[in-house]
């Protein structure tokens, strides 16, 4: 910590901003915040230090939004998240950083690509979206989302391209995500702690960005009350493709 510059604090504060306002305003919007602390310190690292942030915005986003949340969803996604957690901590103890992050971005265009035809072929026929009750479609986004978040806390994208698909309002979209991602992000603690990512220094780092999150996830919360659906769906995927973009570079 002593050896960051005063650029790097500035750079680090901003994503933990960004992480605020992810978790209450913009889901999909964290997969910058994860480019922004990737870019200003070792891989390991960064995802050590962001996980500590992302459970403190989670907790905001539950104060919030706990009373929204889709159960029935939570639930059936739930074996297929262990599975990739699994996957994901297994792989983040041998591969390198850089073909993962490729992997991961190339992924998340994928669920992009899958989401927004699947979208147009409902408009066209007038149907509703069966994704939220599919199990194929569950055990599909909720292994990848395991497996993306345990690697480089990258679910974000993956998990609101399925609540998306699935049509979700903005509070219960939000309520859902929250429980979602505060569950995950405490179980991946042990294995984070166990991999040697999550550290002392980590966690002395986390302590001076809260107050960053802390501000931004009120934030968030006064600008969700007032946005429109059409505009809180292009903000999703918008910040889903600059996420993927970013971390295919």
């Known amino acids: ?48 230090a962001l ?6 915005g989670d907790m905001f986003a539950l104060l919030s939004y706990r009373r929204h949340a889709d159960w029935s969803v939570i639930a059936r996604m739930a074996p297929a998240v262990v599975v990739g957690l699994a996957a994901g901590w297994a792989f983040l103890a041998i591969a390198d950083d850089a073909w993962v992050r490729r992997l991961i971005a190339v992924l998340l265009l994928l669920v992009v690509a899958v989401t927004l035809w699947r979208r147009r072929q409902q408009a066209r026929s007038g149907a509703e979206p069966a994704v939220g009750s599919g199990a194929v479609a569950a055990w599909s986004y909720g292994s990848l989302g395991g497996f993306t978040t345990m690697v480089a806390n990258a679910a974000g994208p993956v998990m609101s391209m399925y609540f998306l698909a699935a049509r979700f309002p903005v509070k219960a979209f939000l309520g859902t995500s929250a429980w979602f991602f505060a569950l995950v992000n405490v179980a ?14 980590s966690l002395l780092m986390d302590l001076l960005l809260v107050p960053a999150v802390v501000v931004g996830a009120l934030v968030g919360r006064r600008l969700a009350g007032r946005m429109d659906q059409v505009l809180f769906d292009r903000l999703v995927i918008a910040l889903t493709i600059a996420g993927a973009l970013y971390l295919l570079l």
């Open 1 to 48: 910590m002593a050896g960051l510059t005063p650029l790097v604090w500035t750079v680090l504060a901003i994503g933990a901003l960004v992480v605020g306002l992810s978790k209450t305003a913009v889901p999909g919007g964290g997969t910058v915040a994860v480019a922004l602390f990737a870019a200003v310190l070792p891989a390991r690292e960064s995802t050590g």
């Open 188 to 201: 991946k603690l042990p294995f984070s702690i166990g991999l040697g990512i999550v550290t002392p220094s």
């Open 51 to 56: 996980l500590v942030l992302l459970i403190v």
